[in-house]
């Protein structure tokens, strides 16, 4: 793989003070060991040093294996905060460099950062570039004169997501008008091609689960309803409602950034000077979507 910029977002201490170190050829005993982590056997060398080695490294028969390469299983002790430079993954684990000392750390341990210097969190590049010069501020009435984002986007969802919602169209066909009672209440609802599902919008371009109150508002009617059950609205809206003004492409690395056209809309500005944090609101949507520890890694990467 070719190399790149870590940084750890979990201290890590090894385990394995005289680690195996192994050349190509070498003997050794397998033992049947329970592993957190899939592929990789635990043998033992001629000298009765002990360790995990990758399966992929082995040529195995019944307790014996042949080492099909070099192997050297020293572990980096590192603390959170460090970078590192990644050099071979393999099974859960990253071969890294730091301070000219090259040795394995959990994966789960650390962010990779990309080409573009953007983290990769749990298979999700995040541009923090575009989320740390935004502030959002979610207020139906600024937005009453100059357009709702519930107008102007066409939402798409995955099938199994309205499983999430589908029953609170009951009670949610109490604020909009265009919800009707039907075998799951497919006249809002256009099923595509690709097995993903749209929501119908009204002659007037607005989202049919919207309606307007009585200040003329347009608010959200599942959102109004899990707000009555004292539910999460997060958990029961489709997944790209929630994530307003944050934006999640459909690569295959997904990136999590800043809808394109979102600043057309009241609710979402350019910081008029950029502080390298992220705004309350966008991180308690972080929070809601992705959970905490998502975010922990962020402001550790924001640290560096």
Known sequence: MKSKKCIVVKSYKSDYPNPLKLIKGAKLKT???????????FCEDKNGVKGWVPKSYLQISKNKAVLLKNYDATELTVKHGEILKTKLKESGWFLCEYNAQFGWIPEKNVVTIDEYDRPVIDGIIVDLEKITSTKYKCDPNTCKDTGSCCSYYEITFK???SENFIGLLGDASKFS???KPSKNFDNIFDENEDDTITIDHDKNGTCKLAYKN???CVLCSLHSVSLKHN???FKH???NCSLFPLALSEDK???LSIQEDALRFPCTNLKKKKDGKISKEIKEIIIDLYGKGFLRKLEICLEK
């Open 31 to 41: 033992f049947k060991r329970k592993s957190p982590w899939k592929g990789w056997i």
């Open 159 to 161: 099938g199994n997501e």
């Open 177 to 179: 008008k265009h919800i």
């Open 214 to 216: 009585e200040n003329g």
């Open 231 to 233: 539910l999460k609205p």
């Open 237 to 239: 809206k489709p997944s």
């Open 253 to 255: 690395t997904p990136v």
